[in-house]
């Protein structure tokens, strides 16, 4: 992980002394564009050439020896970056956004001159929510940094920049502050989320799940449960048997607990950890089969988020459950039509040894809420192929038997960036997987195969208010945007992170009055 500071300075911004300070720019129709008062008569000229008008997404670098501000700069360069007309961008949630790709572009524009350093100049324009701006902005800066290079020859020459090392803001106040330390908090478990994905599946095993959550409890308020392969089998937990028994690496159950004094409300996280998915005997093909090293991205969503959350400490309980083995078709895998029982004595019949993520998630949500008794649960998995073809790779699924939690979590993912489209669940979807042999069948055909994947975890959840996020589409190649650099994208935990901050107040079960 490359590590950025963020600080904080009340010192002129003309007398900042670093490689570049970062101005943004608004357009307002075909009038001049707003800018701060130091480079105004700038963006004048810019705009009257035509160079620069503030438009989305648009920057550009000056040097300030040669402009014409009136004004002397003591940093090297000049940063200019477009938002557009922010005053038709509808809710606050997508100005949010605005702000949080402004601050990706700004990633990308100090990598094209290798710039180590930014002074970061909060509009004047805008003062409402300054806070927030100000946060999506340092967010999108440090999302936007990203790189993985850790495989990559360490005297490579062409490589030799590092990313951004210090953002300093310019700025004051205890709120302003707060705000961007906790966007801060929120981008590094995205990066760490990252991280692990990048990791291939020879590099990040089951055990290493395990390690990232023993050495995070070691450092934090956290604790942390691993539960090894005796105590799977032992516990009955069926589904993560059958889907390791191929493999030579053992599974895990990872499990991280954040119990604060007093809470009210406890949530549960469960994300699917597959290190690797060949499909098992039902094996993949070839062609893109080196992706399914993603398939852990629900895994490291929710144990990134408890990453955030050892730092935030919130008023609620918070549980993270991450199942995790490889799905490898060695001799002893699992076949189809094998019977298999769950942790809670459904029996399921496997037609499809591919459908394994819902067999793992299966375990880990029954045994999550016989253990935890939560208020809520939220799994995360890159479940179906299928969701691609529904949502593409700009929403993820989301599926729930609660429409308290299903709102939460959609405000969730409209305020973050990470937006969900709810999917329906009706009884008729679980009937898909009814099994001739068996309580189940773990697959429902071809119809529906998002749901269908839903409709198989819900038989494990009773009346918990419960609901699953598909990421298969978002997790990597999520849509193009400046703070989303190839690769995965660390989704999830963000939007986990804004939803944790909210639940404290939402009810999902109307409770019966006294009489
Ligand atoms: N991990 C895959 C889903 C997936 C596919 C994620 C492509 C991202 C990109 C999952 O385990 C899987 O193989 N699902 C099958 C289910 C089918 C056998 C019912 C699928 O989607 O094809
Ligand atoms: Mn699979
Ligand atoms: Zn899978």
């Given at each position: 992980?490359?590590?950025?500071?963020?600080?904080?300075?009340?010192?002129?911004?003309?007398?900042?002394?670093?490689?570049?300070?970062?101005?943004?720019?608004?357009?307002?129709?075909?009038?001049?564009?707003?800018?701060?008062?130091?480079?105004?008569?700038?963006?004048?000229?810019?705009?009257?050439?035509?160079?620069?008008?503030?438009?989305?997404?648009?920057?550009?670098?000056?040097?300030?020896?040669?402009?014409?501000?009136?004004?002397?700069?003591?940093?090297?360069?000049?940063?200019?970056?477009?938002?557009?007309?922010?005053?038709?961008?509808?809710?606050?949630?997508?100005?949010?956004?605005?702000?949080?790709?402004?601050?990706?572009?700004?990633?990308?524009?100090?990598?094209?001159?290798?710039?180590?350093?930014?002074?970061?100049?909060?509009?004047?324009?805008?003062?409402?929510?300054?806070?927030?701006?100000?946060?999506?902005?340092?967010?999108?800066?440090?999302?936007?940094?990203?790189?993985?290079?850790?495989?990559?020859?360490?005297?490579?020459?062409?490589?030799?920049?590092?990313?951004?090392?210090?953002?300093?803001?310019?700025?004051?106040?205890?709120?302003?502050?707060?705000?961007?330390?906790?966007?801060?908090?929120?981008?590094?478990?995205?990066?760490?989320?990252?991280?692990?994905?990048?990791?291939?599946?020879?590099?990040?095993?089951?055990?290493?799940?395990?390690?990232?959550?023993?050495?995070?409890?070691?450092?934090?308020?956290?604790?942390?449960?691993?539960?090894?392969?005796?105590?799977?089998?032992?516990?009955?937990?069926?589904?993560?048997?059958?889907?390791?028994?191929?493999?030579?690496?053992?599974?895990?159950?990872?499990?991280?607990?954040?119990?604060?004094?007093?809470?009210?409300?406890?949530?549960?996280?469960?994300?699917?950890?597959?290190?690797?998915?060949?499909?098992?005997?039902?094996?993949?093909?070839?062609?893109?089969?080196?992706?399914?090293?993603?398939?852990?991205?629900?895994?490291?969503?929710?144990?990134?988020?408890?990453?955030?959350?050892?730092?935030?400490?919130?008023?609620?309980?918070?549980?993270?459950?991450?199942?995790?083995?490889?799905?490898?078709?060695?001799?002893?895998?699992?076949?189809?039509?094998?019977?298999?029982?769950?942790?809670?004595?459904?029996?399921?019949?496997?037609?499809?040894?591919?459908?394994?993520?819902?067999?793992?998630?299966?375990?880990?949500?029954?045994?999550?809420?016989?253990?935890?008794?939560?208020?809520?649960?939220?799994?995360?998995?890159?479940?179906?192929?299928?969701?691609?073809?529904?949502?593409?790779?700009?929403?993820?699924?989301?599926?729930?038997?609660?429409d308290v939690l299903a709102d939460a979590l959609s405000a969730a993912g409209e305020a973050t960036g990470e937006k969900v489209w709810r999917l329906p669940l009706d009884q008729e979807y679980s009937e898909q997987l009814d099994s001739e042999v068996a309580d189940v069948k773990n697959i429902g055909g071809r119809a529906a195969g998002s749901i269908t994947a839903g409709a198989y975890l819900k038989k494990f959840v009773g009346d918990?208010?419960?609901?699953?996020?598909?990421?298969?589409?978002?997790?990597?190649?999520?849509?193009?945007?400046?703070?989303?650099?190839?690769?995965?994208?660390?989704?999830?935990?963000?939007?986990?992170?804004?939803?944790?901050?909210?639940?404290?107040?939402?009810?999902?079960?109307?409770?019966?009055?006294?009489?």
């Amino acid at each position: 992980m490359t590590t950025c500071k963020v600080g904080f300075t009340q010192k002129s911004i003309l007398s900042y002394p670093g490689a570049m300070s970062v101005f943004l720019v608004a357009e307002i129709g075909k009038k001049q564009p707003k800018s701060d008062s130091l480079i105004r008569t700038v963006v004048k000229e810019l705009s009257a050439l035509g160079d620069f008008k503030g438009k989305k997404d648009e920057s550009l670098i000056l040097y300030p020896g040669n402009l014409k501000t009136g004004k002397s700069f003591a940093c090297r360069r000049v940063l200019l970056v477009g938002i557009g007309e922010i005053n038709k961008a509808g809710t606050q949630d997508q100005l949010l956004e605005i702000f949080r790709k402004a601050g990706g572009t700004i990633s990308q524009s100090a990598k094209k001159v290798k710039a180590d350093e930014l002074l970061l100049v909060l509009p004047e324009f805008v003062d409402d929510a300054r806070k927030k701006f100000a946060a999506s902005m340092v967010e999108g800066i440090l999302l936007g940094n990203y790189r993985f290079r850790s495989y990559k020859k360490k005297d490579d020459r062409k490589n030799k920049y590092k990313g951004l090392k210090t953002i300093t803001i310019h700025g004051k106040g205890g709120g302003l502050r707060r705000a961007v330390n906790r966007a801060r908090i929120g981008a590094e478990a995205a990066i760490s989320a990252r991280d692990m994905a990048n990791e291939p599946a020879n590099h990040w095993t089951p055990e290493h799940f395990a390690k990232f959550g023993r050495d995070l409890a070691r450092n934090s308020v956290l604790v942390c449960r691993v539960i090894g392969k005796n105590q799977i089998e032992k516990l009955g937990m069926g589904g993560i048997i059958a889907v390791n028994q191929g493999s030579a690496i053992e599974p895990r159950v990872v499990i991280l607990e954040h119990r604060p004094k007093n809470y009210r409300t406890t949530v549960l996280l469960v994300g699917k950890g597959i290190t690797f998915d060949s499909g098992g005997v039902s094996l993949k093909p070839a062609a893109g089969m080196e992706d399914m090293k993603y398939d852990m991205c629900g895994g490291a969503a929710v144990i990134s988020t408890m990453q955030a959350v050892a730092d935030n400490k919130p008023g609620v309980r918070v549980v993270a459950i991450v199942p995790t083995t490889d799905n490898m078709s060695g001799s002893s895998a699992v076949k189809p039509g094998d019977v298999i029982t769950h942790y809670n004595g459904v029996t399921s019949e496997v037609i499809n040894t591919d459908a394994e993520g819902r067999l793992i998630l299966a375990d880990a949500l029954a045994y999550g809420i016989e253990k935890y008794s939560p208020d809520c649960v939220i799994d995360l998995a890159t479940l179906t192929g299928a969701v691609i073809i529904g949502l593409g790779h700009h929403r993820s699924g989301l599926m729930s038997n609660n429409d308290v939690l299903a709102d939460a979590l959609s405000a969730a993912g409209e305020a973050t960036g990470e937006k969900v489209w709810r999917l329906p669940l009706d009884q008729e979807y679980s009937e898909q997987l009814d099994s001739e042999v068996a309580d189940v069948k773990n697959i429902g055909g071809r119809a529906a195969g998002s749901i269908t994947a839903g409709a198989y975890l819900k038989k494990f959840v009773g009346d918990t208010p419960w609901a699953h996020l598909d990421i298969a589409g978002t997790a990597w190649e999520f849509t193009k945007k400046s703070y989303i650099p190839k690769g995965p994208s660390g989704i999830g935990v963000r939007l986990l992170l804004d939803f944790i901050a909210r639940c404290s107040t939402l009810k999902f079960v109307e409770r019966k009055k006294d009489k």
